[in-house]
C-alpha cells in the first residue's frame, strides 16, 4: 500500500480515503476506540480476537502516522501507552456507518439471491447488480 504522502496524479478519492483505512484491522480499531475512547495496546488485542501483537503494532503504528490515533506513553514501570482517536480519526465515523450500511444491504441482497437461485430455475434469478443499491459520487472512480 503507497504512503499518504505519495499522491499519484490523477488518483480517485475512494483510492485516497481507502490509503487511511485500507488496513485489513484499521476499521476494527476505530469502531473499538470511537465506542471506548481510551484503549491499552493488551486491551485492543484482547477484543481483537485473532488479531497478532505484530500486526497491531504495525497497524497502530500506521494509524498514528496517518494522525488517526493518538499515542500517550506514561513515564510508568512498567510502561503504560494509550491509544484514542484524534478529532480527525472521529471523521472516520460517517465513512464506516455507511459501508455498514452497504455491506448489510448487500450481505441481505445477495442472501435472497442465493435463496432464490436454489429455489428457481437457472437463469430465473435476478442478478446481484440488480439488487444492489446503485453508488452515486464513486462513478468517477476506474
Not at 459501508?99 to 437461485?117: D, F, P
Not at 437463469?123 to 452515486?136: I, K, L, M, N, T
Request: aromatic share 6%; proline share 6%; with cysteine.
Amino acid at each position: 500500500m503507497r504512503k499518504i504522502g505519495s499522491e499519484t496524479v490523477g488518483e480517485c478519492p475512494c483510492e485516497y480515503a481507502l490509503r487511511y483505512i485500507g488496513g485489513a484491522w484499521k476499521i476494527p480499531i476505530v469502531v473499538l476506540l470511537e465506542r471506548t475512547k481510551i484503549r491499552r495496546h493488551a486491551e485492543i488485542k484482547r477484543v481483537l480476537r485473532g488479531i497478532t501483537p505484530k500486526i497491531l503494532t504495525q497497524q497502530l503504528r500506521e494509524m498514528e502516522r496517518d494522525r488517526l490515533i493518538q499515542r500517550t506513553v506514561y513515564a510508568e514501570v512498567p510502561p503504560r501507552v494509550e491509544y484514542q482517536l484524534t478529532t480527525f480519526g472521529e471523521t472516520l465515523r460517517p465513512v464506516i456507518d455507511a459501508m455498514y450500511t452497504w455491506g448489510t444491504q448487500t450481505r441481505e441482497a445477495t442472501s435472497r439471491m442465493m435463496l432464490t437461485k436454489t429455489n428457481s430455475s437457472p437463469g430465473g434469478a435476478e442478478s446481484q447488480r440488480d439488487s444492489v443499491p446503485a453508488q452515486s459520487k464513486a462513478e468517477a472512480c476506474p
